[in-house]
Protein backbone atom coordinates (compact mmCIF):
# COMPACT_ATOMS: atom_id res chain seq x y z
CA UNK A 1 0.00 0.00 0.00
CA UNK A 2 1.46 3.30 -1.31
CA UNK A 3 2.39 6.09 1.36
CA UNK A 4 -0.63 7.87 -0.80
CA UNK A 5 -3.16 5.40 0.13
CA UNK A 6 -2.22 5.23 4.17
CA UNK A 7 -2.61 9.26 4.03
CA UNK A 8 -5.78 9.16 2.71
CA UNK A 9 -7.51 6.17 4.19
CA UNK A 10 -5.11 5.04 7.17
CA UNK A 11 -4.03 8.54 8.91
CA UNK A 12 -7.96 9.92 8.38
CA UNK A 13 -9.00 7.20 10.56
CA UNK A 14 -11.34 5.50 8.20
CA UNK A 15 -9.51 2.03 8.04
CA UNK A 16 -7.21 0.42 10.11
CA UNK A 17 -3.99 -1.14 8.96
CA UNK A 18 -2.07 -3.94 10.38
CA UNK A 19 1.12 -5.59 8.65
CA UNK A 20 2.00 -9.20 9.51
CA UNK A 21 5.00 -11.01 8.45
CA UNK A 22 4.79 -14.17 6.14
CA UNK A 23 7.94 -16.06 6.61
CA UNK A 24 7.41 -19.70 4.03
CA UNK A 25 10.31 -19.50 2.14
CA UNK A 26 13.97 -20.91 4.04
CA UNK A 27 15.17 -19.92 7.41
CA UNK A 28 16.08 -16.62 6.32
CA UNK A 29 12.79 -15.78 5.88
CA UNK A 30 12.31 -16.43 9.44
CA UNK A 31 15.31 -14.56 10.31
CA UNK A 32 14.51 -11.72 8.10
CA UNK A 33 10.76 -11.42 10.11
CA UNK A 34 12.77 -11.88 13.32
CA UNK A 35 14.93 -9.06 12.56
CA UNK A 36 11.70 -6.46 11.91
CA UNK A 37 10.44 -6.92 15.24
CA UNK A 38 13.78 -6.60 16.84
CA UNK A 39 13.89 -3.03 14.25
CA UNK A 40 10.29 -2.52 15.72
CA UNK A 41 12.02 -2.40 19.13
CA UNK A 42 13.89 0.39 18.72
CA UNK A 43 10.97 1.97 16.66
CA UNK A 44 12.65 1.40 12.90
CA UNK A 45 10.30 -1.29 11.38
CA UNK A 46 9.79 0.89 8.16
CA UNK A 47 13.75 1.57 7.33
CA UNK A 48 14.46 -1.61 8.07
CA UNK A 49 11.54 -3.38 5.60
CA UNK A 50 12.38 -1.21 3.28
CA UNK A 51 16.05 -2.19 3.58
CA UNK A 52 15.09 -5.78 3.15
CA UNK A 53 12.98 -5.42 0.44
CA UNK A 54 15.87 -3.35 -1.56
CA UNK A 55 18.49 -5.38 -0.51
CA UNK A 56 17.19 -9.37 -1.19
CA UNK A 57 18.23 -11.99 -3.88
CA UNK A 58 15.76 -14.55 -5.37
CA UNK A 59 14.05 -16.98 -3.15
CA UNK A 60 16.42 -19.72 -2.59
CA UNK A 61 19.43 -16.89 -2.08
CA UNK A 62 20.74 -16.82 1.24
CA UNK A 63 20.75 -13.39 1.72
CA UNK A 64 19.32 -12.88 5.27
CA UNK A 65 21.17 -15.03 7.92
CA UNK A 66 21.98 -13.48 11.13
CA UNK A 67 25.02 -12.00 10.53
CA UNK A 68 23.50 -10.20 7.21
CA UNK A 69 20.73 -9.06 9.04
CA UNK A 70 23.05 -7.50 12.04
CA UNK A 71 25.35 -5.78 9.25
CA UNK A 72 21.78 -4.52 7.93
CA UNK A 73 20.78 -2.37 11.13
CA UNK A 74 24.12 -1.49 12.24
CA UNK A 75 24.13 0.43 8.50
CA UNK A 76 20.88 1.96 9.81
CA UNK A 77 22.20 3.23 12.69
CA UNK A 78 20.11 0.67 15.14
CA UNK A 79 21.80 0.07 19.14
CA UNK A 80 24.09 -2.63 17.59
CA UNK A 81 23.97 -4.89 21.18
CA UNK A 82 20.52 -4.46 21.70
CA UNK A 83 19.15 -5.59 17.88
CA UNK A 84 21.87 -8.30 18.19
CA UNK A 85 20.83 -9.62 21.90
CA UNK A 86 17.12 -9.86 20.68
CA UNK A 87 17.81 -11.30 17.02
CA UNK A 88 19.99 -13.78 18.91
CA UNK A 89 17.79 -15.10 21.56
CA UNK A 90 15.14 -15.76 19.52
CA UNK A 91 12.68 -13.42 21.06
CA UNK A 92 10.32 -13.00 18.63
CA UNK A 93 10.18 -16.55 16.75
CA UNK A 94 6.43 -17.49 18.39
CA UNK A 95 5.53 -14.04 17.35
CA UNK A 96 6.53 -15.01 13.56
CA UNK A 97 4.98 -18.65 13.71
CA UNK A 98 1.72 -16.76 14.99
CA UNK A 99 2.24 -14.52 12.14
CA UNK A 100 1.93 -17.81 9.76
CA UNK A 101 -0.81 -19.67 11.71
CA UNK A 102 -3.15 -16.35 11.24
CA UNK A 103 -2.13 -16.16 7.65
CA UNK A 104 -2.27 -19.80 6.73
CA UNK A 105 -5.77 -19.92 8.44
CA UNK A 106 -6.80 -17.28 6.45
CA UNK A 107 -5.65 -18.45 3.17
CA UNK A 108 -2.62 -16.57 2.58
CA UNK A 109 0.06 -18.55 0.61
CA UNK A 110 1.58 -15.67 -1.24
CA UNK A 111 3.04 -12.12 -0.51
CA UNK A 112 1.60 -9.69 -0.70
CA UNK A 113 -1.78 -10.19 0.09
CA UNK A 114 -3.89 -7.97 1.80
CA UNK A 115 -7.20 -9.10 3.64
CA UNK A 116 -9.58 -6.15 3.06
CA UNK A 117 -12.69 -7.26 6.02
CA UNK A 118 -11.26 -10.25 6.24
CA UNK A 119 -10.71 -11.33 2.49
CA UNK A 120 -7.26 -12.00 1.06
CA UNK A 121 -6.50 -10.20 -2.10
CA UNK A 122 -3.88 -8.86 -4.40
CA UNK A 123 -4.23 -5.30 -5.15
CA UNK A 124 -0.68 -4.93 -6.29
CA UNK A 125 0.13 -4.93 -10.06
CA UNK A 126 3.32 -4.01 -12.11
CA UNK A 127 1.98 -0.06 -12.56
CA UNK A 128 1.85 1.48 -9.29
CA UNK A 129 -0.59 4.26 -10.37
CA UNK A 130 -3.15 1.11 -11.49
CA UNK A 131 -2.32 -0.63 -7.81
CA UNK A 132 -3.36 2.86 -6.07
CA UNK A 133 -6.41 3.01 -7.85
CA UNK A 134 -7.11 -0.89 -7.36
CA UNK A 135 -6.44 0.05 -3.17
CA UNK A 136 -8.60 3.61 -3.66
CA UNK A 137 -11.45 1.31 -4.88
CA UNK A 138 -11.55 -1.67 -2.73
CA UNK A 139 -11.29 0.29 0.62
CA UNK A 140 -14.00 2.82 -0.37
CA UNK A 141 -16.19 -0.51 -1.58
CA UNK A 142 -15.67 -1.24 1.82
CA UNK A 143 -16.19 1.56 3.80
CA UNK A 144 -19.63 1.51 1.63
CA UNK A 145 -20.46 -2.06 2.42
CA UNK A 146 -19.80 -0.86 6.24
CA UNK A 147 -22.46 2.23 6.49
Known sequence: MGPQVIKEYVDTGKVRWTFRNLAFLSQ?????????????????????????????????????????????????????????ACLDSGKYAAQVNKDNTYASQQGVNSTPTFLINGKATNLMTTDPAKTIQNFRNALDAALAAAK
Do not use: M, R
Open 28 to 84: DSLNAAEATYCAQDQDKFWPFHAKLYASQGSESAATFGKDQLKVIAKDLGFDASAFN
